[in-house]
């Protein structure tokens, strides 16, 4: 049995966020990536918060999300979507990544795609890795450029996640894109 003092337990009882990891991209590059070991354990949940645009000659454009370097078969995915007024579902199954909508290039200046991805015990060796991952796209130039989606994401791997990255879909991401990542208790 482990034992917690009365401190500990008002902390981690108190939801607070601890950055892990920030950057923001001074130029248009390939990717933002934690590199190896950039993620610390310690925390309950894991929490990647991203405002992405791509250099895609496109009004929706994609990204793309992997952990531990890893590009194997092992990235599973379902979706509920709105496109303007149009509901969908989808799912990818042993995919090489995550995706999700940003902006791209052709979008009306100043938009972006945000991206909140939360994985609860990303720390943990049991089970594998699930998560949700609530992403949404808004370009005011068209209704049906409006993208809302929300996704439930599993990684077939039982390691903790000490590394994330971010890749354009398409081209590369635009300088200004960002990723914060936090550590919940």
């Known amino acids: 049995m482990t034992l917690v003092s009365t401190a500990a337990k008002a902390a981690a009882s108190s939801g607070a966020l601890t950055q892990l990891f920030t950057s923001t991209l001074g130029a248009n590059t390939a990717s933002i990536d934690t590199g190896a070991g950039g993620i610390a354990a310690g925390f309950s949940v894991l929490e990647a918060w991203m405002v992405l645009r791509t250099t895609e000659a496109a009004v929706n454009s994609s990204a793309r999300i992997t952990v531990n370097n890893d590009s194997g078969a092992n990235y599973d995915r379902q979706t509920i979507s ?18 999700v909508q940003v902006a791209g290039a052709t979008a009306t200046a100043g938009e972006v795609g945000i991206v909140v991805l939360t994985i609860p015990f990303y720390a943990a060796t049991t089970f594998r890795k699930q998560g949700s991952v609530l992403n949404m796209e808004n370009d005011d130039a068209a209704a049906a450029n409006q993208q809302a989606n929300a996704l439930a994401v599993q990684w077939r791997n039982t390691a903790a996640i000490t590394r994330l990255a971010v890749t354009a879909g398409s081209g590369v991401l635009l300088a200004g894109s960002s990723l914060v990542i936090y550590g919940r208790t």
């Open 82 to 99: 709105g496109s303007g007024v149009t509901a969908a579902a989808g799912n990818a199954l042993a995919a090489a990544f995550w995706q």
